[in-house]
């Protein structure tokens, strides 16, 4: 067709970016704008997912975002499964399978994040592929098939009716965690106590997987650029922490005092460290993930500014 513009399509590494895709179909043009979800899928402003066929884009561009406050400017909707995608980025599951509205992740080692079913869909139900029970027996079939305990990964409040059928299904909730943001001009800031450094390196060394003891999700770190940082004193490391980078937000994850160190500023002071020496000097929002029942680390992370953006659950069925 005349029309086609033969620049190349919107790629995987497009994900998670706002673009506006111009389609030359049949009908004539037509325009889609909205979060890309795939490279033939965009979230659009309504909740719904569009589907589009690369080979019919006549133009298409990224879409500059306006650099709102953490947590600010767009509906909830989209601000949740923006940042649950952020997230997902910087952990990628090795593989990741599109049904429907449902990404199915499945990776080696153990790791939720990575081996679960994250719905992007439209709510109720996120738009599986199948009717709603018969995706379920499906997905209980698909991650059986690898030997991986069937897990999804739900949002909320946006999909707190699919979590309402889980439950009533028999899918046992695993793990509820709050989602923590902050603007990173406001995060308290807090020095090294005397006598420690500060450590950056690419990857974790077993010195750093060491602090916190097994490598939970190990494989899956490294699937993405992080910088992993470490405090040593008295000539041990003694503090750690990945952070990670994508589409302005700063993702902390792996957390960790060893357990004699505590209680004597660590927690803030690697954090404040790890602000100081991001890689790009233009992110202005950080986000975080803690569990619901660690209330010592929430009023930690709050008392640095940092404040719940939304929760989410990990079901799993046995």
Request: charged share 20%.
């Amino acid at each position: 067709m005349s029309g086609i513009n033969h620049t190349p399509p919107p790629s995987a590494q497009d994900v998670g970016k706002k673009v506006s895709i111009r389609l030359d179909d049949d009908a004539g043009f037509r325009d889609i704008l909205g979060i890309l979800q795939s490279p033939h899928q965009v979230l659009k402003k309504d909740g719904t997912i569009a589907d589009f066929d690369p080979t019919r884009i006549a133009a298409w561009r990224i879409v500059e975002v306006p650099n709102y406050p953490a947590g600010k400017g767009q509906p909830l909707s989209l601000r949740i499964l923006e940042l649950e995608q952020i997230a997902e980025k910087t952990w990628p599951a090795h593989t990741t399978e599109l049904r429907g509205g449902w990404r199915y992740r499945i990776s080696n080692g153990f790791t939720f994040r990575g081996n679960s079913i994250l719905p992007v869909g439209s709510p109720p139900y996120g738009e599986p592929e199948l009717p709603i029970d018969q995706e379920l027996a499906y997905a209980i079939e698909r991650y059986s098939r690898d030997g991986i305990t069937p897990a999804i990964h739900l949002p909320l409040p946006l999909y707190s009716t699919l979590d309402e059928h889980l439950e009533q299904s028999g899918w046992e909730l695993r793990i509820e965690a709050h989602l923590m943001i902050a603007d990173t001009s406001g995060i308290a800031r807090t020095e090294l106590p005397k006598g420690a450094s500060i450590e950056i390196a690419d990857g974790p060394s077993d010195e750093w997987l060491s602090v916190q003891g097994k490598a939970v999700g190990y494989e899956v770190m490294l699937n993405y650029p992080a910088q992993y940082f470490g405090v040593r004193l008295d000539g041990t490391l003694v503090s750690v922490m990945r952070v990670s980078e994508a589409d302005g937000w700063a993702i902390m994850s792996r957390l960790y005092v060893a357990e004699n160190y505590r209680g004597h500023g660590l927690s803030k002071a690697i954090i404040s460290a790890a602000l100081s020496r991001l890689q790009n000097s233009a992110i202005t929002k950080i986000a975080l993930q803690v569990d619901i029942t660690n209330t010592t680390a929430i009023a930690l992370y709050s008392s640095l500014g940092f404040r719940v953006h939304h929760n989410y659950r990990f079901r799993v069925k046995i």
